[in-house]
């Protein structure tokens, strides 16, 4: 591990705990709101960023051991499954359907298709990013 200064790693630990959870809140009010998989995304590989930075990188990849190709993989793969399920219904690639359902507990909830959607640029947007970041960060020449 780097020799850098105690406070810099907590800082940097409490920063990336808001950046996390504001990422998620946009993740979640993406399909309504302004937001979504795309910037929740960016935000996410913002605060893991921030901690490759405070932290050295083999800490951190013993901490987040993550394979960002298979990431980026996944994030496609359910982003074009989400199209193609309102094709096998008969509907144009990428329809959008939303429903309200009563769950016990928790009221009248919304649910929209949109959502798994995002949940794939989101994973394709960390993985792509970090990949790239990581890459250029790991090159020794």
């Known amino acids: 591990m780097k020799n850098t200064p105690v406070q810099l790693h907590v800082i940097t630990r409490i920063v990336a705990f808001i950046i996390l959870a504001f990422s998620v809140f946009l993740f979640f009010a993406g399909h309504n709101n302004p937001g ?3 910037i929740g995304g960016l935000m996410t590989a913002a605060a893991l960023v921030l901690l490759y930075l405070s932290f050295d990188l083999k800490t951190i990849k013993r901490v987040i051991p993550f394979n960002y190709s298979k990431i980026i993989g996944a994030g ?3 982003a074009i499954l989400t199209g193609i399920v309102g094709m096998l219904f008969g509907f144009p690639f990428l329809t959008q359907f939303d429903e309200y359902y009563h769950i016990p507990l928790l009221g009248e909830t ?3 298709s949109a959502l798994p959607f995002d949940l794939g640029i989101y994973l394709v947007v960390v993985g792509f990013t970090l990949l790239v970041i990581l890459t250029v960060a790991e090159d020794d020449s």
């Open 36 to 38: 979504g998989g795309f």
């Open 76 to 78: 496609l793969l359910i």
């Open 110 to 112: 919304h649910a929209a």
